[in-house]
Structure formats: C-alpha cells, structure tokens
C-alpha cells in the first residue's frame, strides 16, 4: 500500500511560482512511476507529469511543457512539481498519484493510489 501526502499549493499572482510536493509513505508495494494530474474548475482531470521512480525519465504534457518540470528525492520518497510562470488558467486542484507500471502513462485509471490534493489558484 502506498499512501500519498501533497502540499505547497496556494494563492498567487500570475507569472508567479509554486512548488508542489508530494510524499509516498511505502508498505507493502512500491510504486514505479509517480504522476500528476489536476482538476480545473468544471473541467475533468488532466494529465500534467509523470515520472519514473528511480530511474529519471520523465513525461510533461504540451500544455505546460517549458513551464513546468517534474523531479523526485528518491532518499526521501518525495516527488515535485516546479510550476512557474502560472496562468490563470493553471488554477484546479492538482493531484499525486502512484502506478505500479514501468512505463509512464497519461491515463489516470493506470494510477492505483492518489492523495486528496493541493489547491492552486492563479490570479490576473
């Protein structure tokens, strides 16, 4: 079981940065990839990043590629998402999520665990 901890979102000014972070607390399985996803108001769930657990490679959608980087502290189980040059557009609840794959996936129902999200919401 893996259970999923985010935090660092929050109220900004667009152009501003945020740093999201999220911590996997492993028991009985270890996650391979860790992805993110959020949910804008009214919308459905959006793919944004994901990234292989020890390994390195990683996948960032086009919608925010160039603005956002995903990284991870692999000593302490910890996943990050950089988020600079916020739109306000990028407001929504953003999600972490855990999959068993090797392969990173876009799909949100490959990912088995998810924690209860970060709100970030981005002025004009």
């Known amino acids: 079981q893996v259970q999923l901890v985010e935090s660092g979102g929050g109220l900004v000014q667009a152009g501003d940065s945020l740093r999201l972070s999220c911590a996997a607390s492993?028991?009985?399985?270890?996650?391979?990839?860790m992805g993110w996803f959020r949910r804008a108001p009214g919308k459905e769930r959006e793919f944004v990043a994901a990234?292989?657990?020890?390994?390195?490679?990683?996948y960032v959608s086009d919608s925010v590629k160039g603005r956002f980087t995903i990284s991870s502290d692999n000593a302490n189980n910890t996943v990050y998402l950089q988020l600079n040059s916020l739109k306000p557009e990028d407001t929504g609840v953003y999600y972490c999520?855990?999959?068993?794959?090797?392969?990173?996936?876009?799909?949100?129902?490959?990912?088995?665990?998810w924690g209860q999200g970060t709100q970030v919401t981005v002025s004009s």
């Open positions: 990234i292989r657990v020890g390994v390195g490679s990683s």
């Open positions: 999520a855990a999959s068993s794959s090797i392969l990173i996936r876009t799909g949100a129902d490959k990912y088995t665990y």
């Open positions: 492993e028991r009985t399985v270890r996650p391979s990839t």
